[in-house]
């Protein structure tokens, strides 16, 4: 009875703290990243609708992939939701196989990242990365991506580097989410030959006409997967909010649709994501699961009242 008394002891206060441990400084508010990626952005508002409800304030940085998996490391930021796989493995070889940065669950599961096509170009006969070069002056021989530094990026650029599928005399033009499709968009009112970085989810998929080429499935595997990670010692040091990023969990339908509404309607991520989840109440339930309000109140209750 003497050594069991001090053991439920200490193990009493260590459940009594765990929460409070979200009380501290380091923990009322949660820094999140954003590439300038529209499905992180969805997630991340889902994930701010959800911490703000419990009264948690969120700081959401925008940053290259790079200075993401840079500022975990260091601790500058808290969570990331976008470690797209195998898109990022040279980041996760880096980063999180070695520890500096801790991989805290599975958000969303197959999903497509590689090269993409316009239907017209498709039908013209590119369905692979070997069938480029066979068009190359149509192309212009340039392959169109996203932002500098981001994962994709570098692969096409080791691609290229490499002279692989003979794209050695190819160009990369980097640019934003936003300009990429911007130029894809031009190219497609013209009938024009275009490449592009093309992912799922994502309203492209709903606005173009588009296919994914096959041949890449080296560099960007076929179906993925995209983890949410944190900082080193975050889930211990911030065991409520961590526990809520770890139940975190999507689908390609409900993000697809999340940023349709940002598309079409024009509404601002955060209003397509509120709506979204009181359209769909049900999710509240596996998200929530053993989480509290901050201050050690219901979460479901406070979250309703959010919304």
Known sequence: MQKFFPTVLALALSLGTAHAADSDAQCSTVKLADPGWSDI?????????????????????????????????????????????????????????NGDVHRLARNLEGTEFTLAVPDYVWNAGVKDFADLQNHADQ????????????????????????????????????????????????????????????????????????????????????????????????PQACPNAAKLLSNLAFTLDMENTIMAENVDKKLSFDDAAKAWVKAHPQVLQGWLAGVTSKTDGDALAAVKAKL
């Open 41 to 97: 952005a969805t997630t991340n508002a889902i994930a701010r609708l959800l911490l703000e409800s419990l009264g948690y304030q969120v700081k959401i940085d925008s940053l290259a992939v790079p200075i993401i998996y840079g500022g975990l490391k260091d601790g500058k930021v808290d969570a990331f939701l976008g470690n797209w796989m195998p898109a990022q493995q040279g980041f996760h070889d880096k980063f999180v196989a």
């Open 139 to 234: 192309f212009d021989k340039k392959l169109y991506g996203i932002g500098s530094g981001a994962p994709a990026n570098l692969s096409l650029k080791e691609i290229i580097a490499n002279n692989d599928f003979n794209l050695g005399q190819w160009k990369l033009i980097e640019s934003s989410e936003q300009a990429m499709l911007t130029q894809v968009d031009r190219a497609v009112k013209k009938q024009q030959f275009v490449t592009f970085l093309g992912w799922t989810p994502h309203p492209m998929n709903v606005k173009l006409k588009m296919h994914y080429l096959t041949g890449g499935e080296k560099w960007f595997g076929s179906k993925g997967e995209v983890f949410t990670l944190t900082r080193k010692g975050y």
